[in-house]
């Protein structure tokens, strides 16, 4: 009995581990999202939040673009567990990952400067759906815009 949850405990820690230090690539999470939109990013052109299985995303078309992500730059570096992943305000392009609090899983949460003015796109790293984390975060981001 003690070895099985021991080798329970191991498993469980190794998993841990795994999901806490695995390398992202920047090529993969930061994405374009004005040239190499990913399918399921139709545009919308309310300012709604599209929530998926994976993740949300949002088109908003704000009187100034760069402004309304500096301020979102703001909203993401007081966000818990928030960091700048890859991009910055000023190439009109920024990556961040938010990190869940028990096992740190990463989602990643791109927003970027497009011909529809400011797209936003927020998904999971690991499994299949996030439980609505993404919109939620993705919603009270905007709602402090």
Do not use: C
């Not at 939109?37 to 919308?44: A, C, D, G, T």
């Not at 909203?75 to 928030?82: F, H, K, L, Q, S």
């Amino acid at each position: 009995m003690k070895s099985a949850a021991l080798l329970i405990l191991t498993i469980l820690a190794g998993l841990q581990i795994y999901i806490r230090l695995a390398v992202a690539d920047p090529a993969e999470w930061h994405i374009d999202l004005a040239t190499a939109r990913p399918e399921s990013l139709i545009p919308n052109p309310s300012p709604e939040i599209t929530v998926q299985v994976d993740g949300a995303f949002v088109d908003l078309t704000p009187a100034d673009p760069q402004a309304t992500l500096a301020r979102l730059a703001e909203i993401a570096a007081a966000t818990p567990r928030t960091t700048v992943f890859a991009g910055s305000v000023a190439e009109g392009h920024v990556t961040w990952v938010t990190r869940s609090l028990l096992w740190g899983f990463p989602d990643y949460t791109t927003a970027q400067i497009t011909p529809q003015g400011l797209t936003i796109y927020a998904r999971l790293r690991f499994g299949r759906g996030d439980l609505g984390v993404n919109g939620a975060r993705l919603k009270g981001w905007l709602g402090q815009l």
